[in-house]
């Protein structure tokens, strides 16, 4: 059976979009945002991380983390300290991981909720197969700087193409 490629990656967004509304909405009853439970998730897993890798590890730009950053660490939910070179580090709080605890709790309600259609021999296929196609192309991509069209530097062989 053939499946359109564009239905299936809009059910994938669907998915993942639905996922993120019911934690945005229910997160903010524990006092932070999707993206902020993500940070200090992060920032859990890796104390002592830089800002950059930290951007990598929460999928975004080193500017968009460090204005978060910032955010969290004005809400007293992180210290950010100055590591080797320009190099800031970040770790949480006591009260970051209050606020990573309860937005984890929140989580895995949701989470629970939305997989329940799934038994758990499903659940580790759909796992395995977004992994498999999670890591397409990886090694050929620079997560750190997002290209756009216009800021791209032509290839000697586009330059000669477009002479």
Avoid: C
């Avoid at 902020?36 to 890796?46: G, K, M, N, V, Y």
């Avoid at 975004?60 to 320009?86: C, K, P, S």
């Avoid at 499903?122 to 997002?146: F, K, M, N, Y």
């Amino acid at each position: 059976m053939a499946v359109d490629l564009e239905t299936l990656g809009r059910a994938v967004k669907q998915a993942q979009y639905r996922h993120h509304r019911a934690l945005d909405s229910r997160l903010a009853a524990v006092g932070t945002t999707l993206a902020q439970w993500d940070a200090l998730r992060a920032i859990a897993r890796s104390p002592g991380a830089s800002g950059h890798d930290l951007a990598l590890a929460t999928f975004q730009g080193d500017q968009a983390f460090g204005t978060l950053a910032n955010r969290l660490a004005d809400r007293e939910l992180i210290e950010r300290r100055r590591g080797h070179g320009r190099r800031i580090e970040h770790r949480l709080t006591p009260e970051g991981q209050r606020v990573l605890e309860a937005g984890q709790s929140v989580a895995a309600e949701v989470l629970t909720a939305s997989f329940a259609p799934l038994d758990g021999k499903e659940r580790a296929v759909l796992l395995d197969l977004l992994t498999r196609i999670g890591q397409i192309g990886a090694d050929d991509v620079d997560d750190s700087v997002p290209k756009r069209p216009e800021d791209r530097e032509d290839t000697p062989a586009e330059r000669a193409s477009t002479g």
